[in-house]
Every structure is written in structure tokens, then in C-alpha cells.
């Protein structure tokens, strides 16, 4: 069959501001939830964790919420940088399959300078 | 501390060739994954290895394998290439923690093209 491409969400901030991405989870057995990165041919770079037992947690300008109820992590980045453009991915692991991560289809984040 | 080393970077290999693919994890991570990006499939996971066993493989062919040596260096194989195989492949390494899911640190990947 024909191969379709992901159809990446979007997102354009101006630089300054503050963004939101968001990702839902449909496994309510994961409970650890990791952010990644992802610039143009490089490997997906770590950026923040948090594990079920927290709601929230505060990295150097990133903030990641998680509400298990409705199976919803958003990453808050302050001050959004030009350097900060990237697709960034979450991943949520399941502790019954071992260290795996499924990972979200990603979110394009463009800051316009 | 070094990162995660894969090695090729690039590779293009022709359709029915077989590929190997090495990845050295960072000092001290007993724990390697390996997944395979591509536009219309995202991140999807190919199996992991500790302690030099597989420990989960995700849904692939027969036709991909992998080992993980002694040193926690791994390797995957990926045998009877076809054209739907180029993707990115990436290795990422872990501290393995009792049965607590942990860190997974990425390299850069090897872009492997079947022409």
C-alpha cells in the first residue's frame, strides 16, 4: 500500500514567549514519561522526565505536567529560543515491558525570531 | 562521560544485501534499545538487550536481529534488504534499575538507505 507520512502537528511561537506542547498516552500501565528533542539529523536528545507518583516538574526553562486521569503530559518551555526549534517527542514506558518507550508522532515547534 | 557511538553514520546498501549495525552505549548502561525511525512509522522500538540477553523485541521480521557482547556493546543485523528498510536506526542506552524503566540516552543514529 501507499506509505503516508506522519502528519506532525505544529507549533510557531515568537521567540520570547512561552510554549506548550502536548502528548496523550493511552496506556494507564506506563508510568514514567520522558521529553525528548529532536533536530534535523541528529538522535533525539533527553530533555525531562517524571514518574507517575509526581504531577509536575521543573527543569532549567521546562516545566512537564502530567494528569493521569485523562492520560495528558504537556512540556512548558519559558523564553522560547531560536535554538529551541525542533520536533519534540514524548515517550512513555511501561515497567511489565522492560526499558521500551512508545513514543508520540512528534510536535514541530518553530520560534520565529 | 561519551555518549551513545553508533557506527556507520551512513550507509546505503542494495535491496537483498544484509546490514550490522554497532552501537556502544555509555560507560557503565547495561541496557541498549534500538529503534527504527522513519516519516510514516515515527519512533518504533526493535527489540532491547541486557545483560547480553533480549530482553522485549517489538513487532519486526525475523530478518531483524541483534546481540549485545559482554561489554554491552550491540549489534543489529538486519538481513534480505528491502527498500521499505531505510529509516533511521536508533540505539539508545540505559541504567537498568531493578524493574523501574529509566533514562534512555540516544546516538546519533545510522541512516541506512536500500537502493
Known amino acids: 500500500g501507499e506509505s503516508v507520512g506522519l502528519h506532525l502537528p505544529t507549533l510557531s511561537v515568537q521567540e520570547g514567549d512561552n510554549s506548550i506542547i502536548n502528548c496523550a498516552y493511552s496506556?494507564?500501565?506506563?508510568?514514567?514519561f520522558i521529553w525528548y528533542k529532536q533536530e534535523s539529523g541528529k538522535g533525539p536528545q533527553f530533555i525531562i522526565d517524571?514518574?507517575?507518583?509526581?504531577d509536575k516538574r521543573q527543569g532549567q526553562r521546562v516545566t512537564v505536567l502530567l494528569n493521569k486521569t485523562v492520560k495528558h503530559l504537556s512540556l512548558q518551555i519559558a523564553a522560547t529560543q531560536p535554538g529551541d526549534s525542533a520536533v519534540y517527542f514524548c515517550a512513555e514506558g511501561d515497567p511489565n515491558t522492560g526499558n521500551q518507550f512508545y513514543f508520540g508522532t512528534g510536535t514541530s515547534l518553530t520560534v520565529i525570531p | 562521560k561519551a555518549g551513545v557511538t553508533q557506527t556507520p553514520r551512513y550507509l546505503i546498501k542494495t535491496r537483498g544485501q544484509q546490514v550490522t549495525l554497532s552501537c556502544s552505549p555509555i560507560?557503565?548502561?547495561?541496557?541498549v534499545s534500538w529503534y527504527q525511525q522513519t516519516p510514516g512509522q515515527g519512533l518504533q522500538f526493535l527489540f532491547e538487550?541486557?545483560?547480553?540477553?533480549?530482553?522485549n523485541k517489538g513487532n519486526f521480521p525475523g530478518r531483524f536481529s541483534g546481540r549485545q557482547f559482554s561489554n554491552s556493546r550491540s549489534e543489529m543485523n538486519v538481513s534480505t534488504l528491502e527498500l521499505g528498510d531505510s529509516a533511521l536506526y536508533l540505539c539508545a542506552s540505559s541504567v537498568f534499575v531493578g524493574h523501574m524503566n529509566t533514562e534512555a540516552f540516544f546516538g546519533q543514529g545510522t541512516r541506512l538507505t536500500v537502493v
Open positions: 560507560s557503565g548502561h547495561r541496557s
Open positions: 538487550y541486557f545483560s547480553e540477553t533480549q530482553r
Open positions: 517524571i514518574r507517575s507518583n509526581m
Open positions: 496506556n494507564s500501565a506506563s508510568d514514567y
